[in-house]
């Protein structure tokens, strides 16, 4: 088979499917155990039942291990840190959301309600709602004493700088295709090879659309990507004086042209289709993915036959380090490649279909570009750095999937520089995606060849009706797994393997990032089964600020290292962050109405009691 026909084998089919198989696939540390699979059925509302957990570290295996009892129906535990009037407020503000016509027109509603009440009234009603509700405040200061606060009751802070630009959804097309076209393609559009799904798409350049939960950014220019980096800076710093082990959260695509963001995902995608490609060349399609090993001699053969590289060429691939002593190469080793030739000129070379041969994509790129790129990755390295500095674990978040191969990648490259000594990089991994199984386990597999400590934020992901749209219009395979009980059993099978990496490997660290009381009582179960505990840091649970507070406080009244992601900023510039809230929670208390309940029992509970002004006392 010609390279061009491979080439175009993998532009059209992406050369079948990785497969990898259900059982643990471990070199090192390899779990023994078989566990059952665990259908983890409904989610949204649940039974309370109390949840028992080992309380002690495991290291004293002598002492006979004592648990905890974790009732999440405690609404007086729930609740110990909110007076009577954020109570009101929660409640207010739940039912509100359950309110079709609000939700739907909340932005006509606000503006409305600016020029009715004007700029100061409106403000003050904001924060006696919404945005008291789900923001903690304007500035770094301003939120100091909701920290505190929520600290004296076990629940730590992602701070998470939350303005958004108000835009119209016209201006946000014009910049994402000024931003993601590179100046090759506005020459000559359609004389690339790039693949559909890796181009900016106009009727999807407003990629707010069909997002819950996650903020948007869309590229200026160099100067505000700066100025980003600035705030993220201020945000690790205040994370760092706010506390002893705190968290920031940043989005890459605040730090540079997303452009790079795209092409450097297409080629990380077709370099492991490419990979697939050898595999089944060798007949070994059909192995777990991690047990695919490619033989050596055969490879060299294979890739020179496709003339994919001069013999001595190809043959210095291979030399150097460790790669290929064994004779064998596995997807790691390959992937390794790309990073052995990390000359930014080097890095994005990607199939031609009618050349056959692998070309990079930067020489069609303006210096300007090139620039931009590398200003890109340096901002990335400087926020570690200042993460590093300030003893602040530095969260990177999950965005769309035609820029998360490179964001997961470009967090990789930093896990292994900054993670040595301890976790301070945390990657994101989406269990809505049909593969994120396999990415879960081959970036752990990595972290255990290469002995750094692996961080991962668990979700389900945020950005759902805007990819099966996008995958649909514009004709590509619906990335995301078919129905919400796929998604469930998703999260809970990688999360099962994190935590059977924990049990074997205390270098590894999960945030479970999630509402969701099922999930959260799986992994307390399963904590229980392994006797990891609490204290040991290594399993830390996460939430939003202002949502599910019987989840987060029961844990951290627990001992459980929990967490609330922390959004701050002026009012007016967090409106978009707030119609998001308003819009998740419709579709969530819809579905249980369960916080509410709650929040009324508590109430009613406390007036019976006499509490009618109760304050918290820390
Ligand atoms: C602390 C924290 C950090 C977060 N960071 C990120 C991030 O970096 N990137 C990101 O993308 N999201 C992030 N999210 C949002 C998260 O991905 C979810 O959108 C949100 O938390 C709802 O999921 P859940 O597990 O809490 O609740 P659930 O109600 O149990 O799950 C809802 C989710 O299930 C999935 N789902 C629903 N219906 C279907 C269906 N028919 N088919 C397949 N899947 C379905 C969707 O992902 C949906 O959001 C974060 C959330 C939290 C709490």
């Known amino acids: 088979m010609s390279y061009a026909k491979l080439v175009s084998a993998l532009v059209r089919g992406n050369s079948g499917k990785l497969r990898i198989s259900s059982g643990r696939c471990r070199s090192t540390a390899a779990s023994t155990k078989s566990r059952e699979e665990k259908e983890p059925g409904g989610c949204a509302v649940v039974e309370a039942q109390p949840v028992e957990l080992i309380s002690q570290t495991r290291s004293a295996s002598d002492a006979p291990l004592s648990r905890v009892h974790i009732d999440f129906d405690n609404t007086k535990e729930a609740y110990e840190s909110k007076g009577n009037a954020e109570l009101i407020r929660s409640l207010v503000v739940f039912k509100l959301c359950t309110v079709d016509l609000l939700v739907e027109k909340n932005k006509e509603l606000i503006d409305l309600s600016r020029k009715v009440l004007g700029q100061w009234l409106f403000e ?35 701070l998470d700088y939350s303005v958004e630009e108000d835009l119209t959804q016209e201006e ?4 994402e295709m000024d931003a993601c076209v590179s100046e090759a393609e506005k020459g000559s559009p359609g004389a690339d090879h790039r693949e559909k799904k890796y181009k900016a798409h106009r009727q999807f ?25 600035e705030t993220f800076i201020k945000c690790i710093k205040a994370s760092g ?3 002893v082990d705190g968290f920031s959260a940043i989005k890459l695509t605040a730090l540079g042209r997303p452009q790079f963001l795209l092409q450097f995902s297409e080629v990380l995608v077709q370099w ?17 993915l991690l047990e695919q090993k490619l033989e050596l001699d055969q490879l060299k053969a294979n890739l020179t036959q496709m003339g994919v590289g001069a013999k001595d060429d190809i043959e210095n691939w291979f030399t150097g380090g460790k790669l290929g002593s064994s004779g064998t190469i596995d997807l790691l080793d390959w992937n390794s490649l790309i990073k052995d030739t990390t000359k930014i000129s080097n890095l994005l070379m990607v199939p031609n279909i009618e050349s056959g041969h692998l070309e990079p994509l930067l020489k069609m790129f303006t210096d300007e570009e090139e620039r931009q790129m590398k200003r890109m ?22 965005e769309q999937t035609y820029f998360q191969p490179a964001i997961s990648r470009l967090t990789l490259e930093m896990q292994r520089r900054f993670n040595k000594e301890k976790p301070i990089i945390f990657n994101t991994y989406q269990c809505y995606l049909k593969d994120a199984y396999d990415n879960v386990t081959v970036d752990i597999e990595l972290s255990r060849r290469e002995g750094w400590y692996f961080g991962a934020k668990l979700v389900r992901g945020a950005y759902m009706y805007q990819e099966r749209a996008r995958a649909e219009e514009i004709g590509y395979e619906d990335p995301i797994n078919p129905d ?6 998703m999260y809970h099978k990688c999360l099962e393997y994190l935590l059977e990496e924990i049990e074997h490997n205390r270098k590894a660290n999960v945030m479970v990032a999630t509402h ?3 999930t959260v009582k799986f992994t307390l179960d399963m904590m229980n089964e392994m006797g990891l505990s609490p204290t040991e840091n290594k399993v830390y649970f996460g939430q939003l600020l202002g949502m599910c507070d019987q989840i987060s406080f029961p844990l951290g009244q627990a001992g459980f290292p929990v967490y609330k992601y922390v959004p701050y900023g002026p009012v007016n510039e967090v409106i978009p962050y707030l119609s998001r809230r308003a819009q998740e929670n419709r579709g969530f208390m819809k579905g249980s109405q369960r916080e509410r309940s709650l929040l009324w029992k508590e109430l009613k509970r406390r007036l019976l009691c006499g509490q009618i002004f109760y304050t918290p006392v820390y």
Do not use: W
Request: with cysteine.
């Open 516 to 518: 969701n009381e099922d």
């Open 124 to 158: 003050k009603v904001m924060k006696m709602t919404f945005y008291g509700q789900f923001v903690a405040g304007e500035d770094q200061e301003s939120i100091k004493p909701l920290i505190k606060k929520n600290q004296a009751f076990g629940v730590g802070a992602v």
């Open 272 to 288: 492991r289709n490419f990979f697939n490609f050898l595999a089944a060349q060798q007949g070994k399609s059909e192995m777990m």
């Open 241 to 243: 004086g706010a506390s």
């Open 484 to 489: 919400y009980e796929a998604t469930n059993r």
């Open 205 to 229: 350049g407003d990629r707010r659309g069909g997002v819950t939960s996650a903020r948007t950014y869309f590229y200026a220019d160099e100067a505000k990507c700066d100025n980003q980096m």
């Open 172 to 175: 946000a097309v014009k910049k």
């Open 377 to 398: 990755l340096q901002r990335v390295d400087v926020l570690a750095k200042h993460a590093v500095e300030n003893g602040v674990r530095l969260m990177v978040d999950a």
